[in-house]
């Protein structure tokens, strides 16, 4: 025997027709339910394809292809998943596993009390050259620094290469000695992190060194607080691992304490990730007393501050770091190959004693140890001081190059100083970045748009950013810089 019962809601305009039917049994009534969805508005109204997988897996899938094709796109509200369970007429639970995996994968992000929205992360792949459309392509998309003069480097290989044991650098490398820890201090306090060689671990880049704190310290699931544009490498790897990034609201590009604390409560981040001097993409360096707010929160709210040091080398001046403030809660990150020369693919590590364990095992276990050979080449560099000359050499070149973008680019809102390595382009209000970096495609120059640093749901700020140091040449640099103009 079945009972029906017709109700009528009116949602956000629509009216949801509902048909409650209960089917006597023995055991009862078992209510179900027919809802009429022909009138009422969802963003998203999947075909599920019922096939002998799980349907939570059908879902995940269904709903990646449409994000991947373009039928969702980035900023889109999904429907609430009780509403999408019901129009499938499915188990509200399966709706959830399938927007956690997809979650997991970076391609949602949800907002307490707002909902559950494409996110901007599915746009990270930013390590692909496009196929060059014209015979002739200016790339000012990467972050390749650009060639110099690197005498003091060949003078220590050739030295190095003379000597007995130079076989021993051609072998595996098991574990640093003091000699090369001791050169590690030394450049990290360089960099304005005063560490001792206990403290300090090795890895081969700064992506690596990022991969596996996050594999090391965090776990599927967990939420680290960014600024709304970042490093797109620690998107790629939060991706890979399934940690959410959780972009922090900021006022003139700066942090607030208001902010994070809000972020803490209400979306449970653990961990926060900053680049304090000429953050990438933004090129905005923090003044000290948003480091030393970072680093009080840090030690209040127990989180874990990741804090990138990659160009701070770059700084004819030492800042003070917030691993200086914070010593316990701070992981500190600095590497060579965009400072000093690309070929040194190597990172250090200023780790706590409690996290230095874990972070350890994480390097040995992912085999992102560095070579003996660039280990033993940079710390002869770093004990020697000949790597001041090559930074030094390096912040004249920087300087021509900024100096011919302010040139070329006069009456733009351009962000960046004479010692960044990039700059960023802000836009007019009716071009977005991703169209500007289409448009700039199509007429030769490769640029990254801003929507390939965003996080969370919300559009980027219109910018694109220029790898000023890619060009080969100052020629080429001006030509790829007149061309942008001509566009702007």
């Not at 009528?8 to 509902?18: A, I, K, M, P």
């Not at 780790?351 to 390097?363: E, G, H, T, V, W």
């Not at 560099?381 to 000359?389: L, N, Q």
Request: net charge neutral; glycine share 6%; aromatic share 8%.
């Amino acid at each position: 025997m079945y009972v029906k019962q017709l109700r009528v809601y009116n949602v956000n305009g629509f009216t949801l027709l509902t048909i409650y039917v209960k089917k006597q049994t023995e055991r009862g009534p078992i209510p179900m339910s027919i809802n009429s969805f022909d009138n009422y508005y969802m963003s998203w109204k999947p075909q599920l394809n019922r096939t002998n997988q799980p349907l939570y897996i059908s879902l995940a899938r269904q709903l990646e292809n449409d994000i991947a094709t373009g039928v969702l796109l980035p900023g889109t509200k999904l429907p609430p998943q009780r509403e999408l369970a019901d129009f499938l007429d499915i188990n509200v639970s399966t709706v959830v596993r399938a927007f956690k995996l997809c979650s997991n994968k970076g391609l949602l992000t949800s907002t307490v009390g707002s909902g559950t929205y494409v996110a901007y992360d599915v746009v990270t792949n930013i390590f692909d050259t496009p196929a060059k459309k014209k015979p002739y392509l200016i790339d000012m998309g990467s972050l390749t620094p650009e060639t110099i003069p690197q005498d003091e480097v060949v003078t220590l290989l050739e030295k190095m290469i003379q000597e007995d044991d130079f076989g021993r650098l051609l072998q595996y490398n098991h574990s640093a000695m003091l000699f090369h820890k001791e050169a590690a201090v030394k450049l990290l306090d360089r960099a304005g992190c005063h560490t001792d060689a206990d403290h300090v671990l090795f890895a081969s880049g700064g992506q690596n060194a990022t991969y596996a704190v996050l594999a090391g310290l965090f776990r599927p699931g967990d939420r680290i607080g960014t600024a709304p544009t970042v490093y797109p490498g620690l998107k790629s790897a939060a991706k890979l691992i399934g940690i959410h990034l959780v972009p922090i609201r900021q006022e003139n590009n700066e942090f607030t304490a208001e902010a994070i604390q809000y972020a803490y409560h209400n979306e449970g981040i653990t961990g926060l990730y900053v680049m304090p001097d000429y953050q990438n993409p933004t090129t905005h360096s923090m003044p000290l007393s948003c480091r030393k707010m970072i680093a009080r929160l840090a030690r209040d709210l127990d989180l874990l501050v990741i804090e990138d040091g990659i160009n701070c080398l770059l700084s004819p001046h030492i800042h003070q770091s917030i691993a200086n403030m914070a010593p316990e809660q701070t992981i500190f990150l600095a590497s060579l190959s965009k400072t000093l020369i690309p070929a040194l693919r190597l990172a250090y590590i200023k780790a706590p004693k409690k996290y230095f364990k874990n972070l350890r095992n994480a390097l040995y276990a992912i085999q992102l140890s560095p070579s003996a050979l660039l280990m033993e080449l940079a710390s002869r560099m770093i004990v020697s001081e000949k790597f001041e000359g090559l930074l030094e050499r390096r912040r004249q070149g920087l300087k021509i190059r900024n100096g011919i973008v302010d040139e070329i680019l006069k009456g733009y809102d351009v962000r960046g100083t004479e010692e960044c390595l990039h700059r960023w382009l802000i836009l007019s209000e009716d071009m977005s970045g991703e169209q500007f970096e289409h448009l700039a495609l199509e007429h030769g120059i490769y640029v990254y748009g801003s929507q390939r640093f965003a996080v969370g749901k919300d559009m980027p700020v219109h910018a694109a950013r220029l790898g000023i140091c890619v060009p080969s040449t100052y020629d080429e640099l001006r030509e790829g810089l007149k061309i942008l103009r001509q566009l702007l």
